[in-house]
């Protein structure tokens, strides 16, 4: 259940604003996430072998569309106007109770996840300003991934690691506990999400059992670049 407090706020819709809902400022243009599941964006298997068809077909159908339909249930449970986004209630998410937050998170996590990669490619890295800025920023496109897959190892337990855009338009890398998300505003790592690989075990267990840096090399390979610049465009 949700705080009393909360649970008025939400009560009397629009005074919420008022006192002191978060509404889109520096991360407003982050990717709208519907709250159904949309189709995958391509075939089970289509990510092999980095990820198996098993694999995919159980994250997608099993643990994702439970995300999905728990988030439908707080939604209902906890009175969320019809018409706010997702990102809104993300951003909100400490007015809240656990059960939103963890599915809230869950199915937009994992919607902008399967959107992120696609069928392997091999020397797969971005271009443009993409590119340069994170050579700037982490001082080369190696480095980065070095930092990004130490941010997916050094997760303990489940997770994400994370390549953001914060408020001053900075990339930042970082990572999140079970499937909080860093629009959260009670998240530590603070942005827009840009990259985010799932270091649950449910992703990479029936092919790397505990090898979880051998699953975050070869994820490298299958990375949708184009995806991730057209919503860097958006950010910054
Ligand atoms: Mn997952």
Redesign the pocket.
Known sequence: MNTGKAGIALGIGISATACGTVKSTSTGKAMNIPYDQQPLPYAYGALEPVIDATTMEI?YTK??AAYTKNLKDAVQAEGVPGNTRLEEVLMNISKYSAKMRNNAG?HY??EY?WKSMRARKEFNKPSGKLLTDIETTFNSFDNFKTLFTDAGRNRFGSGWAWLVVDADKKLKIGSTANQDNPLMNVSELKGSPLLGL?V?E??YYLKYQNRRPEYIENWWSVVNWDFIQQQYQNLV
Do not use: L, P, R, V
């Open positions: 994250h643990h994702a869950g996590n994992h996840f799932d649950w449910h992703a």
